[in-house]
């Protein structure tokens, strides 16, 4: 079984300061995890994935992610947010068994800049 | 690249009407495509998944009658809301997937907003 929690509901920043979004998963094997962005009536839009390598992935609009295997966490990062970043966001999770390409969301945090 | 279209992005209609929402990938052939419904607030439910040719497959509890998915081509799949009620407003948003690698993102449309009065 694959899950994924998003502990923070919200998320309140200054523009300028340092931005994190926090992710912690669960699963079998191995993860395939990713984070997306979502603006108000908009769909989903991907910012970045971690499948193998590096455990410090970039993504689009300046933004990084750390995956950390013995914390089971991927949490996403920015070092200087910028109050076009206010969205929810969401990270999401695959297990690489079963192959059915389904991914599990977190419950979305929702990211505030304030100028 | 990755594109994908969702039509329409508002619908609003009276109970028991059936409503079509078409999800298109429009640069890339989608190997499966995936419908989600997400409440105010909250994350995003699948719903099914469905491979181009072959029947959808539904999560538990979702009315496969109510909600019928057709994926005629590897750009083209549909959901159709049947008899639509107010219970069935919501946001819902599709999403695919190309290649045959397990690694890659999904890519999500825009969302259609249904509203049933």
């Known amino acids: 079984a694959q899950s994924v929690a998003q502990p923070e509901d919200q998320v309140n920043v200054a523009e300028g300061n340092p931005l994190t979004v926090k992710c912690t998963y669960s699963?079998?094997?191995?993860?395939?995890l990713f984070w997306y962005v979502q603006y108000p009536n908009r769909g989903l839009q991907f910012l970045l994935k971690?499948?193998?390598?590096?455990?410090l992935v970039k993504g689009s609009y300046g933004f990084e992610a750390e995956f950390n295997k013995s914390q089971t966490s991927f949490h996403l990062k920015k070092p200087s947010a910028l109050v076009s970043d206010s969205a929810l966001y969401f990270c999401?999770?695959?297990?690489?068994?079963?192959?059915?390409?389904?991914?599990?969301f977190g419950a979305g945090t929702t990211v505030t800049v304030r100028a | 690249g990755a594109v994908v279209s969702q039509h329409p992005s508002w619908v609003i209609c009276k109970s028991g009407t059936s409503v079509k929402i078409e999800c298109r990938s429009l640069d890339f052939q989608a190997t499966t495509m995936f419908w989600y419904r997400q409440f105010p607030k909250q994350s995003l439910m699948l719903m099914a998944t469905?491979?181009?040719?072959?029947?959808?497959?539904?999560e538990q509890g979702v009315e496969k009658d109510k909600f019928l998915i057709n994926h005629a081509s590897l750009t083209l799949s549909t959901l159709t809301v049947t008899s639509a009620h107010p219970e069935d407003s919501s946001f819902y948003i599709c999403?695919?997937?190309?290649?045959?690698?397990?690694?890659?993102?999904?890519?999500f449309g825009d969302g259609t907003r249904l509203s049933i009065l």
């Open positions: 699963v079998s094997g191995n993860p395939y």
């Open positions: 469905s491979n181009e040719g072959s029947k959808a497959t539904y």
């Open positions: 971690y499948i193998t390598g590096d455990n």
């Open positions: 999401a999770v695959r297990d690489t068994f079963p192959v059915d390409y389904k991914l599990s």
């Open positions: 999403s695919a997937r190309m290649g045959v690698w397990a690694n890659q993102p999904q890519h």
